[in-house]
């Protein structure tokens, strides 16, 4: 199982930004691909976002704008998530997982384990 770690939410106003990071102890994450997901207050789930492992390519889902993305530091071991021109409905739990693929799209449901997220609140 990868335990994934996302950090970095807070409190924002809107049209600011906010980077998130996801991190994982014992495993290298460019082995896997790694998406992005949200869950606002009252919604399901849903994807942002993912970055291919080998390729490091990175795929959006339709409608963000172009305002966020995905980037990966090696040396760091850790995926990004920067946030830009942000509205009060991005508010919402923001997570990183795997299905322990190196491809794009992550199969939710082979996502063997979620992080407990990082909440992001855009309020002016």
């Known amino acids: 199982q990868v335990q994934f770690v996302e950090s970095g939410g807070g409190f924002v106003q809107p049209g600011g930004s906010l980077r998130l990071s996801c991190t994982a102890s014992?495993?290298?994450?460019?082995?896997?691909?790694i998406g992005w997901f949200r869950q606002a207050p009252g919604k399901e789930r849903e994807a942002l976002g993912c970055?291919?492992?080998?390729?490091?390519?990175?795929y959006y889902t339709a409608g963000l704008g172009g305002r966020f993305n995905i980037y990966r530091d090696d040396l760091k071991n850790t995926v990004y998530l920067q946030m830009r021109n942000l509205y009060p409905d991005d508010t919402g739990v923001y997570y990183c997982?795997?299905?322990?693929?190196?491809?794009?799209?992550?199969?939710?449901?082979?996502?063997?384990?979620w992080g407990q997220g990082a909440p992001v609140t855009v309020s002016a």
């Open positions: 970055i291919e492992s080998e390729s490091g390519k990175t």
């Open positions: 997982a795997t299905d322990q693929g190196q491809r794009c799209p992550v199969i939710v449901r082979y996502v063997e384990v």
């Open positions: 014992g495993v290298n994450l460019a082995r896997y691909e």
